[in-house]
Nanobody, 124 residues
């Protein structure tokens, strides 16, 4: 499975962005996808995840109510809608896949496949 995240950019505080995660090579119809981020000088942080049932989602406390994860059932593309962006949201955002009929996972080690990331910069 190869993942490609896109949609990052430079925005101002309070703006919105929508990230996309496109996958190729999936052989299973049951999988979950997570978004993680890594700010300069910090470790990788969980942001949001969707389970194989798209209605099952989970969010980090820092983004709950501002970010929304969703999956297009036809294409498998996973989106991260980010509203009310703050400077502390600045990071490289990665999407990751895990295979199986699983619930949303918050730990990076639960994911088998990772994309190269897209940079989000929020200016104050």
């Amino acid at each position: 499975v190869q993942l490609q995240a896109s949609g990052g950019g430079l925005v101002q505080t309070g703006d919105s962005l929508r990230l996309s995660c496109v996958a190729s090579g999936r052989t299973s119809s049951t999988y979950g996808t997570g978004w993680f981020r890594q700010a300069p000088g910090k470790g990788r942080e969980f942001v949001a995840a969707v389970g194989w049932r798209a209605v099952s989602t989970t969010y980090a406390d820092s983004v709950r109510g501002r970010f929304s994860i969703s999956r297009d059932s036809a294409t498998g593309t996973v989106y991260l809608q980010m509203n009310s962006l703050k400077p502390e949201d600045t990071a490289i955002y990665y999407c990751a896949d895990r295979v199986g009929p699983t619930s949303p996972a918050r730990r990076p080690e639960s994911y088998m496949y990772w994309g190269p990331g897209t940079l989000v910069t929020v200016s104050s």
